[in-house]
């Protein structure tokens, strides 16, 4: 049995259904921060252009809006949601790393709560899997059914 199977055998007892609801917030949280990023480019690329990484910052500004888009939708849905947390973490670490702390925990500007609070969550679905309500349970259930 590999990993995935055996943790998500594991987690299937553990998980609460009121987990879902979180997930589905988490996604919901990922998605929208993915639509502020596309309606504010600029927004995006002034604040990564003022952190460490800025030689990049045209490439990065699309990369993160797309990857928060998408891995949103995938996690609200909860389809292949373990691969979506892995495409959100780097960003999320990165926007912790060198967006949000040189501005410090409770900067008006900052957002480094939201974005430590948002990657234990990816965390912590990344372990726990998507739950009972997700695409990804129905798939499981509904693999050996004829349709």
Request: aromatic share 12%; no cysteine; hydrophobic share 60%.
């Given at each position: 049995?590999n990993?995935e199977?055996?943790l998500d055998?594991?987690?299937?007892n553990k998980q609460?259904?009121?987990l879902a609801?979180?997930?589905?917030l988490?996604g919901?949280i990922?998605?929208?921060?993915?639509v502020?990023?596309i309606r504010?480019?600029?927004a995006?690329?002034?604040?990564?252009?003022?952190?460490s990484?800025?030689?990049?910052a045209?490439l990065?500004?699309?990369l993160?809006a797309?990857?928060?888009?998408?891995?949103?939708?995938?996690?609200?849905f909860?389809?292949?949601?373990?691969?979506?947390?892995?495409?959100?973490l780097?960003i999320?670490?990165?926007a912790?790393?060198?967006?949000n702390a040189?501005?410090?925990f409770f900067?008006?500007?900052s957002?480094l709560s939201?974005?430590?609070?948002?990657?234990?969550l990816?965390?912590?679905?990344l372990?726990?899997?998507s739950?009972?309500?997700s695409?990804?349970e129905w798939?499981n259930?509904?693999k050996?059914?004829?349709?």
């Amino acid at each position: 049995m590999n990993i995935e199977k055996q943790l998500d055998s594991w987690a299937e007892n553990k998980q609460a259904n009121w987990l879902a609801a979180l997930r589905i917030l988490l996604g919901l949280i990922i998605f929208l921060k993915g639509v502020f990023f596309i309606r504010n480019t600029d927004a995006l690329y002034a604040m990564i252009a003022n952190s460490s990484i800025d030689l990049y910052a045209v490439l990065i500004v699309h990369l993160v809006a797309s990857a928060h888009l998408m891995g949103g939708l995938l996690i609200i849905f909860g389809l292949i949601t373990r691969v979506a947390i892995l495409f959100q973490l780097p960003i999320l670490i990165g926007a912790i790393v060198f967006v949000n702390a040189p501005k410090g925990f409770f900067s008006i500007q900052s957002e480094l709560s939201l974005s430590v609070f948002v990657t234990l969550l990816l965390m912590f679905f990344l372990v726990f899997g998507s739950g009972k309500f997700s695409v990804d349970e129905w798939l499981n259930k509904n693999k050996g059914a004829d349709h």
